[in-house]
């Protein structure tokens, strides 16, 4: 027999922010923000469990705690809007097109039953009753009395830090022509926060709505529950011999489901007087009828066991039901969904149950608003701290809201999150720097990541220094048109320190990075330079630069620098009569001879290109060739001080990043230590960030720069694979200060990756405050722009030789494959 939705609706009203049923219920609604999956330590799920355990206490009698998390299948929509997107971060939208994932949605809706109102069964339900009258109207003091505990629920939860809770309006609770409220969304299943969409709803053959299939699985009897409840269990698949990973102990239902579907969560807090009575009540009759029957006594042991603790421990006695439902638009699909439904429940040693009696009133009751009508038959009796067990604690990755970041993926799904490891913490206040520390043996993934998140801040307006070994970096740098300076015998390494840029002037930072280097030519390390020494250099560079305005075709560069010394300033120091003890002019000449046009090393500071390095956004210098070379090496390591110095305090509220992958041991080593340690603790106030990579762990413990000046001045570590260190991790641990609950997320890293996709894992921890995996998945675009593999690159390289540009040959390369 067809009935219409309006008759039967078991809401009256939806009235200053509240509900109000046709019994007069009141109902309050929150959404609720969760923690992060895979990110909470044993002892912080047992402090949230407590957080929710107070929390509920705190409500009145004839309070129904319902808690409605929804889990809905879907798909990731490309954002293709940015005109000024890049290649590769288009390539990246492609890739991630039509990616599944779970998107959860957490509410709480308290409701507060009229005193004197009859308990719902599954025979009593508004559903099957012809009429529906309100038994009592409600007064102001009672409405005003139930909303003052709502409100200390909901500061309990707010300040655990845990939780984020905003309580609904009448609006977002109500439906509108244009938007779906929360009351029609549960009843027609709606999928989004579109237009409303008006399905049938069909109990006569289970449950269906619209052309959705449902089935429902309960936990409403005692009997059917696990033996033990807690509120973490151990993740077998991320956990090792030396760690435990840990996960709530509902998550199974939750996150680790994958499929549509809402977990409903009922806590009835009733009498406790009553409920006490009723169970002595219980006890006396079963303590007459245990000689009968064994199943009578224990029945009377569990029942003398639950009165006993309930005494002796202060715990508040409650009457819990959870159901999970699940729907699918193919209704070949329900064998599957029972599979993985039955599955997860065992997982938690837990019986399921598919509900088909009672099927279509337990749905009822899940209407917002409407838990004061669950049939109390399908729930059991229970305890408020075991009860809060079940309650689903985590929820999936969020992105952040902050414009800068870099894309990374959910551990879980491998759905896109933008992620700001740099200037949100700092404004959280869990980061006082944005300097890293990555930690990454060869293999792990380390220079994907490191080209992916430097890529990120390049196009997002930030000037990038590279300084590598190996080239890892060559791709990147072609893609964008940066600068790369590499050393070879056909085409040597080579700079211009003298030239000054359009808008640029010589200011004292450039005056005394020349200086250095020209100090770093003559002197070697071991001799000492004098006073007058310093002054005829500086007044060298002084008249060099007059010259330079007064004669517009004389081009900046050593070449000229070292004609004007010996024509113009040789004449000065004569008539100023300096001696040579003073300033030995002939020796300088002479140990920079080869410097200069025609000497050994003539090209090393002539260039005649590349030469704006300050407004150059993006620039590697690969010392691979000369990180041993006792000449090229310390002039080249001065030069690379003085440009991204030059950016720190030229260039004005624009982010700045220096990267030190392998070469920074070898800088440490040409005695540029104090550089190093310098730019790690000044970086910060030029909106800068200094980035250290390292691949072996004896080079942390053996180099004292990294131990001090690095990883204390880095409140961002970085760390990828580090399961071939896990049985001598503990000195690792202690050297980085990483707590157990991120020791236990990097052995974590790679243990149960997809076999389907191609991707690493990486671990960042922020300021030791916030620690979270991630997946670094690119798209096959991405991948051959970042590939560290020699064949490979020759590819990228032969192909963007013959098609013009490297975005070209990667863009025919992949077609090829394809």
Not at 65 to 72: A, E, L
Not at 144 to 166: E, H, M, N, W, Y
Not at 284 to 308: G, H, K, P, V, W
Not at 444 to 457: A, C, E, P, Q
């Amino acid at each position: 027999m067809e009935k219409f939705l309006n008759e039967l609706l078991p809401i009256f009203t939806v009235e200053h922010d509240c509900i109000l049923s046709k019994q007069g219920d009141i109902t309050v609604a929150f959404k609720v923000d969760l923690p992060e999956i895979f990110t909470l330590s044993d002892q912080e799920y047992e402090a949230l469990h407590q957080i929710w355990v107070k929390a509920i206490k705190i409500l009145p009698a004839h309070t129904v705690f319902h808690k409605q998390d929804w889990f809905i299948d879907r798909k990731y929509h490309p954002d293709f809007s940015g005109e000024d997107s890049s290649f590769l971060t288009r390539s990246s939208e492609r890739y991630f097109n039509e990616r599944p994932f779970l998107e959860h949605s957490c509410y709480v809706l308290l409701t507060k039953k009229p005193a004197g109102r009859k308990l719902s069964s599954s025979l009593l339900s508004n559903l099957i009753r012809p009429s529906i009258v309100p038994e009592q109207s409600i007064s102001r003091h009672l409405l005003d009395d139930f909303l003052d505990s709502a409100s200390q629920f909901k500061r309990i939860l707010t300040d655990s830090g845990f939780v984020k809770i905003l309580q609904l309006t009448s609006a977002e609770l109500e439906s509108h022509a244009e938007r779906v409220g929360l009351i029609e969304s549960y009843c027609f299943l709606s999928e989004d926060n579109g237009e409303p969409l008006l399905r049938d709803m069909e109990f006569s053959d289970g449950i269906k709505i619209g052309d959705q299939y449902c089935q429902l699985f309960t936990l409403g009897d005692a009997a059917d529950l696990p033996s033990l409840a807690s509120p973490r269990i151990t993740y077998d698949k991320y956990s090792t011999d030396r760690t435990k990973f840990s996960i709530g102990f509902a998550c199974g239902l939750g996150q680790l489901l994958p499929c549509s579907h809402i977990y409903n969560q009922y806590i009835f807090l009733e009498d406790e007087g009553k409920t006490m009575r009723r169970l002595e009540s219980k006890r006396l009759r079963l303590q007459s009828l245990a000689n009968y029957s064994r199943e009578n006594s224990i029945a009377l042991d569990a029942t003398n066991a639950f009165l006993n603790e309930a005494i002796s421990q202060q715990r508040q006695p409650v009457k819990a039901h959870f159901n999970v439902l699940a729907w699918t638009d193919q209704k070949s699909q329900l064998k599957e969904l029972k599979s993985q439904i039955t599955s997860s429940l065992a997982q938690m040693d837990a019986v399921a149950k598919i509900e088909t009696a009672g099927a279509a009133q337990i749905f009822w009751a899940g209407i917002p608003g409407n838990a004061a009508d669950f049939p109390m038959n399908d729930s059991f009796d229970t305890f408020l701290e075991q009860a809060c067990c079940f309650l689903n604690l985590e929820t999936s990755y969020r992105s952040s809201v902050s414009p800068v970041g870099m894309r990374l993926a959910d551990r879980l799904t491998g759905k896109p999150v933008h992620v700001d490891i740099s200037d949100e913490p700092i404004s959280m206040g869990i980061c006082t720097n944005r300097n890293k520390f990555i930690l990454g043996p060869s293999g792990s993934g380390k220079s994907f990541f490191t080209n992916h998140m430097v890529r990120s801040y390049y196009e997002r307006g930030a000037h990038i220094v590279l300084v590598d070994v190996g080239h890892s970096y060559k791709g990147l740098c072609d893609l964008v048109g940066g600068y790369y300076f590499s050393y070879s015998e056909t085409t040597p390494i080579c700079f211009n320190p003298f030239y000054i840029g359009a808008g640029d002037h010589l200011d004292t930072e450039k005056k005394e990075s020349i200086k250095a280097m020209l100090l770093a030519l003559w002197k070697k390390d071991s001799e000492e330079f004098k006073r007058s020494e310093y002054v005829a250099l500086s007044n060298a560079l002084t008249l060099y630069y007059q010259m330079l305005g007064e004669n517009p075709s004389v081009a900046a560069g050593f070449n000229s620098f070292y004609d004007f010394l010996t024509d113009n300033f040789r004449a000065v120091l004569q008539a100023d009569e300096v001696k040579d003890k003073d300033f030995d002019f002939a020796n300088f000449l002479y140990v920079l001879r080869p410097y200069y046009k025609g000497g050994e090393y003539d090209y090393l500071l002539n260039a005649t290109e590349n030469l704006d390095l300050l407004q150059e956004r993006f620039i590697v210098f690969e010392l691979d060739e000369i990180k041993d070379h006792p000449i090229l090496f310390p002039v080249v390591t001065i030069v690379i001080m003085e440009v991204f110095i030059s950016k720190m305090r030229k260039l004005k509220g624009i982010r700045k990043v220096i990267l030190l992958e392998e070469a920074w041991k070898a800088i440490a080593r040409e005695g540029m230590a104090q550089y190093i340690k310098y730019l790690f603790k000044t970086v910060r106030k030029f909106f800068g960030e200094a980035i250290v990579v390292t691949q072996e762990v004896e080079d942390i413990i053996s180099s004292e720069i990294v131990k001090q000046a690095i990883i204390n001045n880095s409140d961002c570590k970085i760390l990828l694979d580090q399961s071939k260190y896990q049985n001598k991790f503990d000195s690792i641990q202690q050297l980085l200060g990483l707590t157990e609950k991120e020791k236990a997320l990097i052995l974590s890293v790679n243990k149960a990756n997809d076999p389907l996709r191609r991707y690493k894992e990486v671990f960042i921890s922020l300021g030791g405050m916030l620690s979270k995996v991630y997946r670094v998945e690119v798209s096959p675009s991405e991948y051959w722009a970042y590939t560290t593999e020699q064949t490979e690159k020759m590819k990228v390289n032969a192909y963007a030789a013959r098609y013009g540009s490297i975005e070209k040959g990667i863009s025919v390369l992949l077609s090829e494959k394809n």
